[in-house]
């Protein structure tokens, strides 16, 4: 019977969590520890990568600690959540034995060995990473900066499935299976939006070199991935401190040339550096998926301005214009903030406007709420939590409404769907190329059609025969 510790890792937020509690397992292993994903039970150590980016997700954090310390065992709070607090977070939840910031990650296995003892470690007093400089040797850890590596001298030798130490610095667990991982373009951001904190606790915008990106696609093709999702708080700017501002374009390519990859998906642009070049690479690239994930908020000029951004109904509108001239059929996601401090009524219709015209494929909508450090925690004009309710749900309808257009009108049309997993009778389930993971649709292939032997992982080209919701129903003829 192995004598290894055992660790629990639960993740909440988004992709590029995920690709943090990846970074994180490596770690634990390579210290001597079984990594459990998000199965509790009989674990020694509960790990919770939080998310801190709005009141819904850091409730749900802490929700998830209390559960985890019912569990019995030790519990540890890190990600986001524990990054932007720290010693706060630590004092309001006695029920966490450790608080970790990103700075801890390197030595994960210590702080480990030092809960599971009892050594007590006080808890980080959070400060704004944005004024943090690199120091080498390097390894981007999950806050976008630089550290020396502990150990290994280059060597490979992590244990077994772990992305290798030698060559470009690669350091992953895959902690789960399917064909579909994300992929860490940088980490951090430059941009001040008013409304977001992230920044402060991400820390500065830092690309990762193009050859360590593409040596992980490599080893994540070599571990069954057939789509690479490509994440990072702002994925326009990728290249922009490596000296160049093309660099996506150029690297795009590159990915999609990965033997065993079958689809790259770029997400989190921003729609003011939505360039044309980049909009020709992703819909002109074999291999890259016609989709963007565009980062909205708002359509009204005066609200965005407010909220340190760029663009209007006029210009987003011209935007999508551009795609689909490219590519007719390309999927468009975006999110917005309704009931921002100063939005008027007739700021509010123009983002209707904007959403009856845009005709895009996924919407998520948001009700303003303010976030600690923030600047727009302090403008006037804030509306009553009764009129952001009613602007969210009139939204939210108009958008569930459109969005089912949008998919009804895919009816008839051809889509390449990557099987994703069984849904009995011989029929999979899986995503079109317009349909991003977790966020957007999906496609179930019904069985008639498809060749034997057709598995998981695969692609295949059906004929949509109906929709439900945003999502499809498709035949192989």
């Known amino acids: ?96 034995h450790a608080v970790i910031g990103f700075d801890d990650y390197t030595s994960i296995g210590e702080r480990l060995d030092d809960v599971l003892a009892g050594r007590a470690r006080e808890a980080h007093t959070p400060r704004d990473r944005r004024t943090l400089l690199p120091i080498s040797p390097v390894e981007r850890t999950a806050a976008g900066t630089a550290v020396a590596i502990p150990g290994h001298g280059g060597q490979d030798d992590l244990p ?51 050859a360590e990106v593409l040596e992980e696609a490599r080893w994540l093709a070599g571990h069954g991935v057939r789509e690479l999702v490509l994440v990072s708080e702002n994925s326009t700017s990728y290249g922009k401190d490596l000296g160049d501002l093309r660099a996506l374009e150029g690297l795009l390519p590159g990915l999609a040339a990965v033997e065993g990859i079958e689809r ?80 008027t009524e007739e700021d509010f219709e123009e983002l209707v406007a904007f959403l009856s015209a845009a005709r895009l494929d996924a919407v998520g909508v948001f009700g303003y709420s303010d976030e600690d450090g923030t600047e727009a925690a302090n403008l006037d004009g804030k509306l009553a939590p009764d009129e952001v309710a009613r602007r969210v749900e009139e939204l939210s309808g108009l958008a569930e409404e459109l969005t089912a257009q949008r998919a009804e009108d895919r009816v008839g049309s051809q889509v390449r769907v990557l099987l994703e997993e069984e849904a009995g009778d011989g029929a999979f389930e899986g995503r079109a190329e317009h349909q991003a993971p977790e966020v957007d649709g999906t496609v179930l292939v019904t069985g008639a059609g498809l060749p034997a032997g057709t598995a998981v992982g695969d692609i295949v080209t059906a004929r949509v025969t109906g929709s439900d919701g945003v999502d499809l129903v498709a035949d192989v003829s």
């Open 1 to 96: 019977m192995s004598t290894r510790r055992k660790v629990s890792l639960i993740t909440l937020g988004c992709a590029r969590n995920e690709v943090d509690s990846e970074e994180l397992a490596a770690r634990i292993e390579d210290a001597g520890w079984d990594v459990a994903g998000d199965d509790a039970s009989g674990a020694d150590v509960v790990v919770v990568n939080t998310c801190g980016f709005i009141e819904a997700a850091k409730k749900d954090s802490i929700d998830t600690l209390l559960a985890a310390h019912d569990s019995g065992a030790k519990v540890v709070a890190a990600g986001c959540m524990a990054e932007r607090y720290g010693k706060e977070l630590a004092e309001a939840l006695p029920e966490a």
């Open 160 to 210: 077994d499935g772990v992305a290798p130490a030698s060559g470009p610095r690669v350091l992953r667990r895959r902690l789960g299976g399917g064909p579909v991982a994300p992929l860490k373009l940088a980490s951090g951001c430059d941009r001040r939006c008013t409304f977001c904190a992230i920044p402060a606790f991400r820390g500065a915008y830092v690309s990762r070199p193009p």
């Open 264 to 343: 790259v998906r770029v997400s989190y642009l921003q729609p003011a550096e939505t360039r044309p070049g980049l909009v020709e690479a992703i819909c002109g690239t074999p291999g890259v998926a016609p989709y963007f994930d565009l980062s909205f908020q708002h359509a009204s000029g005066p609200v965005l301005r407010s909220m340190r951004r760029f663009g209007d109904r006029e210009r987003f509108l011209d935007l999508l214009g551009q795609i689909r001239a490219q590519a007719p059929e390309a999927g468009v996601r975006s999110n917005f903030i309704v009931g921002f401090p100063g939005e």
